[in-house]
């Protein structure tokens, strides 16, 4: 009886035993699958990115190209314009030159630069009102610049740099601080220099060609000047003079230079243009650099959002003041520091 009990309990145990041997040998068939599958997942992600990373690169660099090739497109217009207008003369022989008379063109606001006809002139008003005052020999001189303003945080930095006697220069934007084009009116009162950034300080914009720079100037200029009646004659390239490329802003420094603007940039910099820069680093960037300088133009920003800087300001202007140097605004007679100059 035990003998015929035993037999199907072997029998039923054995046959599990070979179903469970069998779904063990599928689990794991199937478990090697998977990680091989997981791997290819994991390879195929990585050559994705790859694709991804070499895709955005392309078209990066045929973004350039095409700027270049919009550039250049540019460029050969002004040439093939120039070119024109240097093979016409007028019905009298004569070359267009100003006869004296202070009716020719580059006369405009009586400045007397000089050009061929105030009819083809698109800018007839963008012609710069130079006033300076000299230097004294001997003297050091620390020439504080800020950018980007007009801000809120302007007339704090008017009322620190009063308390130093120290004088400055405001090289101003005027895309989006225009609710605070009172503070223009202020730097012009209180003895500062006012000078122009760009209107929109957009580089894609600005240095696709000098006509285009020529037209976004205008605007900050036509801007400053009907809120202050002040006639700004220094400028700064946003980014500084060696953005953008060398023909285009070779030909925007020759063209801005005949109108007599002359550009600034800079020998020491604060860099504050980034917002992780704490006051202690602007501090240490300014006056461990400035001693290795001779005519130092300082580069700061006076934008919305530079608390930073505003905050290192008295600590940069005592610093200097007890290292001797008389803080000085940037006119004709400063020297100009210019990463690219006229050819």
């Keep these: 009886m035990k003998k015929k009990i035993i037999i199907p309990v072997l029998c039923c145990t054995a046959a599990f035993l070979c179903i469970s041997g069998f779904f063990w040998s599928q689990y794991r068939d199937l478990d090697s699958r998977y990680q091989s599958l997981e791997a290819k997942a994991g390879q195929l992600e990585k050559d994705n990115s790859g694709l991804n990373e070499k895709l955005e690169d392309s078209n990066a660099q045929l973004e350039e190209k095409e700027k270049y090739i919009a550039g250049q497109k540019d460029y050969i217009t002004e040439l093939s314009e120039q070119i024109q207008d240097f093979g016409q003369e007028d019905p009298d022989g004569e070359s267009g030159q100003d006869d004296g008379s202070g009716e020719g063109y580059g006369t405009s606001q009586g400045y007397g630069y000089s050009s061929s006809s105030s009819s083809e002139d698109p800018y007839p008003n963008l012609y710069a009102d130079k006033d300076s005052t000299p230097t004294q020999p001997g003297q050091k001189y620390a020439y504080l610049t800020f950018d980007d303003g007009p801000s809120s945080l302007t007339p704090k930095v008017l009322d620190l740099l009063d308390q130093y006697n120290a004088h400055a220069t405001f090289f101003v934007v005027g895309k989006n601080n225009e609710e605070y084009a009172e503070y223009l009116s202020d730097i012009v009162e209180r003895g500062h220099t006012l ?76 860099g504050d243009g980034s917002n992780l820069t704490t006051s202690q680093n602007i501090i240490d960037n300014i006056c461990t650099t400035i001693g290795n300088v001779e005519n130092p133009v300082v580069l700061m920003h006076d934008g919305s959002g530079k608390n930073a800087t505003l905050a290192a300001l008295p600590t940069v202007l005592q610093k200097l003041s007890d290292a001797g140097y008389e803080f000085r605004s940037l006119d004709q007679h400063a020297e100009p520091v210019q990463y690219r100059e006229a050819k």
């Excluded at 037209?215 to 220094?234: A, H, I, N, R």
């Design 195 to 270: 000078a122009l950034h760009s209107y929109s300080h957009n580089y894609s914009q600005i240095y696709r060609s000098k006509d285009a720079f020529l037209e976004d100037y205008e605007k900050v200029y036509d801007w400053v000047y009907e809120q202050t009646g002040y006639s700004p004659c220094l400028y700064r390239f946003p980014g500084g003079s060696n953005n953008g490329s060398s023909y285009v802003v070779n030909s925007i420094i020759e063209e801005m230079g005949r109108r007599g603007f002359t550009h600034f940039d800079w020998n020491v910099s604060s």
